[in-house]
């Protein structure tokens, strides 16, 4: 095989090649399987490999394709490929295979790009880490002893290592955008409606949850959305008016000077971390001199009703998922089935009343509503993307004597008892302390992107978030392309992973 320098290459660069007949497929597919062998031992990115599948769907590229020939990793969870794994990260899980390929899956399919495997996410792709227990942690190719993120940790640190340059993601509270800012790449989460969600269901997280890539350019995520967005039959929602093309947005930039408004404060007043306050600060000192208009102004929302709306969403979602789960146990589910967390977090879903439920939604709504006139006066709403910079390896564990608590909760049926005592709150704070930002875009319905415009003293990447009115990533594609030419854009070729030398 010809060797050649792979990971230097983005996904449309990669395809490319092929297209012009300088590399094939195939020799493409084995420089991805080499990079994969080597590095990701280190870092526990992938937990299924495909790799014979991804040899047989190398020889069928015609070269025609956008992404010809590209390999590409999917997400353990709403991006089932027919007959492989789909776990969730569920040890309860571990014997389901996918009855067929979900939509996204189809779509990507057809772009030309060569499924190399499966990613790590933590259980049901709940937290902001990806550390679940049955597949161990993922950790980060910038350092090792801190998290890539999650939920979509396991794509973004193998993009991040070099080892494909696209991977699928989905973001359901930030689970895209929080992985892309602590692994220095590119993440944006479409408008509720923009991508396909079935077969398998009309939404995911009632709207909340939406799929789409992590990657190291700008243009690979735009190219991929203008190929894999529009209706299907049977999805929950329509995606929002767009009859133009994401790559082109790219490629030209802001058509005007945007009015930007920014915010440092977190909007459930909890500690924002100095080097994600300088991010944001540094990014707004950036897009003045770009001659963009930058105001400092809160979003006109209630972020403790926000969190509040976000929590009822977590609670009934777990819930339901530990209640499906008695079709693959062939008996109700208990305790050890599943992480502690979960389990507590299942246990608070059955004691939250319809009232409760629909009162959130409606608290979705309201603040949809605030935010598009919001947006009637800025084109764009900019905070931190997450309020703290990655964290250790196992720092966010549950301690052995909470573990022990729930375990007691449980058996004495008193999680009524413990949710009116005030434990919601404190679970809210603690949970979401850490990335505050994020869910408020989750559900608005409205997109938003991580930009990788600044590194810690550590050296470690942290983004910047940027939200637009419903539809408008095209506004979003603009300043990024823009963003990504200047000098504050971290290049995740510099991180010690990605540098590493793989023979083809």
């Known amino acids: ?26 020799e493409i597919v084995e420089s991805a399987i080499a990079r994969l062998e080597r590095l990701n031992p280190k870092i526990n990115a992938v937990i299924h490999k495909m790799y014979e599948k991804a040899r047989l769907a190398a020889e069928k590229i015609t070269g025609k394709e956008p992404f010809a020939g590209v390999p590409m990793l999917v997400k353990d969870i709403s991006q089932e490929i027919k007959g492989e794994p789909i776990t ?4 309860s899980l571990r014997d389901c295979l996918a009855e067929e390929d979900a939509t ?6 057809a772009t030309g790009v060569v499924f190399l495997g499966i990613t790590n996410v933590p259980e049901f792709a709940l937290m902001g880490t990806t550390e679940p227990k049955y597949y161990g942690p993922t950790r980060n190719p910038w350092n090792k002893d801190y998290t890539p993120g999650g939920s979509s940790g396991g794509s973004a640190a193998a993009v991040a290592a070099g080892i494909v340059p696209i991977a699928g993601a989905n973001d359901g509270g930030g689970s895209i955008r929080i992985p892309a800012a602590y692994c220095g790449l590119f993440g944006l989460k479409p408008s509720r409606g923009r991508m396909p969600a079935g077969p398998f269901s009309g939404r995911h997280w009632q709207g909340a949850s939406v799929d789409h890539v992590l990657t190291r350019s700008v243009r690979d995520s735009a190219l991929m959305l203008d190929l894999i967005k529009g209706y299907e039959a049977g999805a929950a929602f329509p995606p929002p008016p767009f009859d133009h093309n994401y790559l082109e947005c790219v490629s030209q930039g802001p ?16 500690e924002v971390h100095r080097e994600c306050r300088e991010a944001a600060i540094k990014a707004a000192q950036l897009l003045e001199s770009l001659g963009h208009i930058v105001d400092e102004k809160e979003a006109p929302v209630d972020g403790n009703k926000i969190a509040q709306s976000y929590m009822t969403l977590y609670f009934g979602e777990v819930a339901a998922d530990i209640a499906s789960l008695e ?6 589910a208990r305790m050890n089935d599943v992480e502690p967390a979960t389990w507590m977090l299942g246990l608070l879903g059955k004691v939250t009343s319809s009232a409760e439920w629909v009162l959130s939604i409606r608290e979705w709504d309201t603040a949809a509503f605030e935010m598009e006139a919001f947006f009637e006066d800025y084109d764009l ?31 004495l049926n008193l999680i009524k008892a413990v949710k009116k005592s005030g434990f919601v709150d404190n679970l809210i704070k603690r949970s979401l302390k850490r990335t505050p930002f994020t869910q408020l875009a989750n559900l608005t319905g409205q997109p938003a992107m991580s930009a990788p415009l600044h590194m810690t003293m550590e050296g470690l990447p942290v983004g910047v978030q940027f939200i637009a009115a419903k539809g408008r990533e095209d506004i979003l594609y603009r300043l990024a392309g823009q963003l990504e030419q200047s000098q504050h854009w971290i290049r995740v070729e510099e991180n010690p992973m990605f540098k590493a030398e793989i023979d083809g």
């Open 381 to 411: 709403y900019m905070t931190p993307t997450t309020a703290d910079p990655p964290s250790r390896i196992g720092e966010q564990d549950m301690a052995p004597k909470e573990a022990t608590l729930i375990k007691l909760v449980s058996s």
């Open 255 to 270: 058509i005007n000077k945007l009015k930007i408004a920014f915010c440092l404060r977190s909007p459930i007043g909890t």
């Open 88 to 91: 969730c990260g569920a040890k």
């Open 104 to 109: 996204f899956v189809k779509r990507a399919r």
């Open 1 to 26: 095989m010809t060797r050649f320098p792979y990971q230097n290459y983005d996904a449309a660069g990669l395809a490319e090649l092929v297209q012009k007949k300088e590399v094939t497929a195939a």
């Open 327 to 332: 079709e693959v146990l062939g008996r109700k």
